[in-house]
């Protein structure tokens, strides 16, 4: 009746999400489950403060829409509670918020599961939910299973606080699991983002309501609390994400099967990890979910130790009680869902659906799966079946398989097991557009089994052919089937053979046991005519009969053999051959002796030995060794009935060697023609060998060439080599992906000259003749002594002086010569042949003879009197070649002998090589000569011009005496500070004289010129009779100035 209300959309998210960094609306229950006519209150934080409204749905089929409104609260006062703050040691985030409205449960709210959908003013949303129970013990009790969804949980996911069971998502500090996920969660918080990650579970419960079963609800924190009501209902549905169980739980669960109650886990991962329980602070039992994942810090260490269930010190894998467990790398995380893959379609859960083994249900394994462990035992099951075999690709890029099972205790339950979190994909298709009908059915046919019982059998149904021949073997099929002739799967009875036919030669099938419900047999009767074969269960008084008609056997008229039309060298295959009558059917009485012969006479083919046949026929292996056409006949010893032959096509096996071969006898360093052939252990060419060779020869010097590596062409291949060495060489062609296969020929190789070489010393000295060998060698370099060649000398020195030796003959190919050069330095010397073809080039390291003279030089040929002068001495030989040995003392002198001047102290050189410093002061052409303190003969001089220096003094010349009103002449010189005249001087000279009168003539300022040269001649009249003076001074240097008393007398 409740899902024949009207149903709404509503319940559905709007756009605007409330997320935890901000909170602009959560909340969460003070209890998971609840009782009709009890209340519950609702804890709820708005950011900022403002009012909210409250809608509760029931969710549930209501015509598709999925739920039923059930109470509008449209403006509640909302306040912004307090942060909720993670313990440090534990991680555990529980908030002590004030409670914001309670809930008085009516008592016509149906059980179910309950959606309460909060709607801030501003827009936002968040879902909070919680079960309604009635305890009543309907047929089927749906656990709610929230304590995984708060194991993930990992409120407030604001990327700073939140903590959770697992690290990937826990934030802030490491707690005492040593990781910053936490050990302890809380009921007493909202769930994270958007408040629902119910989305598997919604698609079940529109489905189990739509389909009207009969169903009370309830959550895994329920089954803990009170494990026994589970006893109180035909069957338990545990569906959506079940990982996390308490010990309560496994127990009451397991108990509940025991005691006859079916179980369905419509899920993976179920039950595989154990958790206790402890109250919340404000004392409200079952409210902190405790889960330390690590026996060794869990301060509590015995059954309840909180580790996987397999674990020790636990050690209770849940594959016992499942039938299937979680395993390493059972989940994907990307992608589409891999596909469910159905095995034994003949059990029962599979009826009208039309599924067959190896038929896929697309997209619903995942995205954890399960599987049989063989690591771990089975349930306690003689009927345990494993319903599917589910290849995929894992998270990991693994691959890997799921399965589900099913199977039924010894309290007569049954225990199914999807395997997949997403077996109710297929169930609805609201979320995820899955739903199939072919699951549908496989579900419903579980519930039909979990409220009226499996299938039971009611009869043996026997197929067999109608007729056979006396002596000859057929098939019969034996099936358990129930009342609609259907096979059962979970048939464990024992069958038993009988027959009317009594003859001697009567086989019949040992007692025998079916699988999957079904059997087929081989049985041989031996009496003509009507007779029968009967089957029986005498345990459970059920028997089938079938009625065959026996005919005798005819006569043989001939032999025939068949076999395949192609086989492999040295492989065996099999011949049949019949002895048949006129109309080509076997006839089971022959009984002569076969003779095999063939046209493949190798000494390696195998043919059966002389046989007889069996009921007319036989089977025999026959193993053929040469390629090729060939033929395998069958004769009968007695000659009694014509040969038969059967022709076929032998193949080469798969290559094992090479074999390389060449009717060549090679020249070193002449190319060459070899072939190679891929050859199987018989000698066949392998036409398919599609390796590719690589080449190698003993031959390692220089110029070797050897083919690339190359593939063959129908097994052979012909390729051109060159060798060096001379003298005995091999060629080895090796497959690069499989060295085993290979092959080695030995060629000779003929000795030729390949080159000259050339024996010289790696030092000589300018002018000194040296000795210089020349052998013509093969390529390893050992004489060719029947070569007599002219060889042609030739130098990267071509001074004059070098002496070469001239074109000449080598005697037993070698010879010694003379060569003299005179440059120092690297110099190469070339020896060739007389037409060029052969040539090779040697270095010698020329030093310089010792020195017979002395480079002195500069840069500056001119230098300034007083001035510092750079010049370098260089020691050369007689070839101009730098000494660098040269170990003198050089002494310098100068022409200018000056006490101002300045040369070097008495040096030696470095590397044949001097930089020194001088300073003349006399102005005009002089030489710095060098020469060496024992050797005088070792001298070598540079001549320079000496500039004078810039004017230092200024010197006035004139007559003592001089007539009133005549003219003199007076000249004015500059000289540098060395006494140099200063003809560089450019300044300008002023006049003045103590005779002041008017008429006094005194030469203008005068500026001098390059024509002056630093001295200038002027005219100077006086007219005051007695002494005066005349002085002259530079213009602008008050120091360069001079005076000069003039006795004045009369005319």
């Keep these: 009746m409740e899902n024949r209300q009207a149903g709404t959309f509503g319940w559905l998210p709007g756009p605007n999400a409330a997320g935890d960094a901000t909170g602009q609306i959560k909340g969460y229950w003070s209890a998971t489950s609840v009782r009709q006519n009890e209340t519950i209150t609702l804890y709820v934080t708005v950011n900022p403060s403002q009012t909210y409204a409250l809608d509760i749905y029931r969710l549930g089929w209501y015509q598709g829409t999925g739920a039923r409104l059930r109470l509008h609260e449209g403006s509640l006062s909302g306040t912004t509670q307090s942060p909720c703050v993670p313990d440090a040691t534990t991680g555990l ?12 449960v009516p008592s016509d709210w149906t059980s179910g599961v309950y959606l309460g959908l909060l709607t801030n003013a501003q827009g936002f949303q968040n879902y909070v939910l919680f079960v309604v129970r009635d305890d009543r013990p309907a047929p089927f009790l749906y656990q709610q299973n929230i304590m995984t969804n708060q194991a993930y949980n990992n409120y407030p996911n604001d990327g700073r606080t939140g903590k959770s069971l697992y690290t990937y998502n826990s934030y802030g500090a490491n707690t005492i699991s040593g990781e910053t996920r936490a050990v302890k969660v809380s009921f007493d918080r909202p769930y994270a983002d958007f408040g629902f990650p119910q989305a598997d579970e919604m698609e079940f419960i529109r489905w189990i309501e739509r389909m009207g079963y009969d169903v009370t609800y309830s959550t895994n924190v329920d089954t803990h609390a009170d494990g026994a009501s589970l006893r109180n209902h035909k069957a338990f549905l545990s569906v959506g994400h079940d990982e996390y169980w308490s010990k309560e739980i496994f127990d009451a669960i397991e108990g509940a099967r025991d005691a006859g109650v079916n179980l369905a886990f419509f899920a993976a991962d179920t039950g595989s990890v154990q958790v206790r329980f402890e109250p919340s602070a404000s004392g409200l039992p079952n409210r902190v979910m405790i889960c330390y994942k690590s026996a060794a810090i869990d301060p509590v260490n015995g059954p309840t130790t909180t580790v996987a269930f397999r674990s020790p010190p636990v050690n209770r894998p849940e594959q016992a009680l499942r039938g299937v467990m979680a395993f390493v790398g059972g989940m994907v995380t990307s992608g589409t869902l891999p596909d469910y893959v159905v095995t034994n379609s003949s059990h029962w859960i599979y009826a009208g659906t039309g599924l067959k083994d190896g038929d896929t249900v697309a997209r619903i394994v995942g995205y ?8 771990f ?21 693994n691959a890997s398989y799921a399965n589900s099972s099913i199977y039924q205790a010894p309290s007569r339950a049954w225990v199914f097991s999807s395997g997949t979190i997403s077996w109710s994909r297929a169930l609805d298709g609201f979320w995820h557009g899955s739903a199939d009908p072919r699951i549908q059915q496989v579900t419903a046919n579980l519930f039909s089994a979990f409220l009226n019982g499996a299938p039971e059998v009611q009869g043996l149904a026997l197929s067999a052919p109608g007729a056979t021949t006396a002596g000859t073997a057929f098939t019969v099929t034996v099936t358990a089937v129930d009342g609609q002739g259907a096979p059962v799967a979970s048939y464990d009875g024992t069958i038993h053979f009988t027959s009317s036919d009594t003859s001697p ?23 003509t005519g009507s007779q029968t074969v009967t089957v029986s269960d005498a345990a459970r008084s059920l028997s089938a009969t079938a009625t065959v008609v026996v005919s005798s056997a005819p006569r ?48 390696a083919v195998r043919l059966p030995p002389d046989a007889a046949l069996s009921g007319g026929q036989g089977t025999f292996n026959v193993t053929l060794t040469t390629a090729g056409a060939q033929t395998v006949t069958a004769s009968d010893v007695a000659s009694s009935l014509p040969s038969a032959t059967a022709s076929l096509t032998v193949g080469a096996r798969a290559a094992d060697h090479l074999a390389l071969t060449t009717s060549a006898s090679p020249a070193s360093g002449s190319s060459f023609p070899f072939t190679v052939t891929s050859l199987d252990g018989f000698g066949n060419t392998d036409t398919a060998y599609a390796g590719k060779v690589r080449f190698t020869s003993s031959d390692t010097l220089p110029g070797v060439v050897l083919p690339p590596d190359s593939t063959l062409a129908s097994g ?37 000259v390949r080159s000259l070489k050339v024996t010289a010393p790696a030092t000589a000295t300018a002018g000194a003749a040296f000795s210089v060998t020349v052998v013509a060698a093969d390529a390893r370099g050992d004489p060719v002594t029947g070569y007599g060649g002219t ?29 003299r050069l005179t440059r120092a330095g690297p110099q190469t010397l070339t020896v060739s042949s007389a037409d060029g073809a052969l040539t090779t080039t040697t270095n010698v390291a020329v030093s310089a003879a010792p020195a017979t003279r002395l480079i002195v030089s500069t840069a500056t040929p001119t230098p300034t009197a007083g001035t510092s002068l750079s010049f370098s001495v260089i020691a ?23 006490a101002t001047v300045v040369l070097p102290a008495d040096s030696t050189l470095v590397n044949g090589q001097g930089t020194f410093t001088a300073t003349l002061t006399k102005a005009g052409p002089q030489t710095i000569t060098a020469t060496d303190k024992v050797v005088a003969a070792v001298t070598g001089n540079v001549a320079v011009t000496v500039q004078p220096a810039a004017a230092a003094k200024l010197t006035l010349g004139a007559p003592n005496s001089a007539r009133a009103g005549q003219s003199f002449p007076v000249t004015v010189t500059l000289t540098d500070q060395f006494g140099n005249v200063a003809s560089g001087y450019r300044g300008a000279v002023h006049f003045t004289s103590s005779d002041l009168l008017p008429t006094v003539v005194l030469p203008a300022d005068y500026r001098f010129t390059a024509a002056d040269a630093g001295a200038h001649s002027f005219s100077v009249t006086l007219w005051t009779i007695g002494g005066q003076t005349i002085t002259v001074r530079d213009t602008v240097n008050a120091a360069l100035s001079d005076s000069h008393s003039v006795s004045v007398g009369l005319l």
């Design 505 to 527: 030669g009567v086989v019949l099938p040992p007692d025998s046991t079916l699988s999957g419900g079904t059997g087929t047999f081989t049985i041989t009767l031996a009496g």
């Design 556 to 603: 043989a008229e001939q032999l025939r053999i068949s076999g395949p039309a192609t086989a492999t060298a040295g492989d065996a295959f099999s011949v049949t051959v019949s002895a048949v009558d006129g109309q080509g059917n076997p006839v089971p009485s022959y009984s002569g002796t076969i003779h095999f012969t063939s046209s493949d006479t190798a000494a």
């Design 93 to 104: 985030i529980a908030c002590d918020w004030s409670a914001s409205y309670t809930l008085s």
């Design 377 to 397: 035992a089975p349930p306690n099951s003689p009927n345990w079946t494993l319903l599917s075999h589910s290849p995929f690709t894992n998270y990991q890029g």
């Design 368 to 375: 954890e799966m399960d599987r049989y462990d063989s690591q």
């Design 876 to 898: 050369q030989d007689q070839f101009a070649n730098t000494d660098l040995a040269y170990a003198g003392r050089v002494h310098f002198s100068s022409t200018d002998t000056s």
């Design 716 to 752: 052979q291949g012909t390729f051109t080599a060159t060798l060096v060495a001379p003298g005995s060489q091999t060629i080895t062609g090796t497959d690069v992906g499989t060295p085993g296969i290979s092959g080695t020929m030995s060629v000779a190789v003929a000795q030729t």
């Design 791 to 819: 060889v042609h000398f030739a130098s990267s020195d071509t001074s004059a002086g070098v002496s070469l030796p001239p074109d000449s003959p080598l005697t037993n190919g070698q010879r010694t010569f003379t060569v």
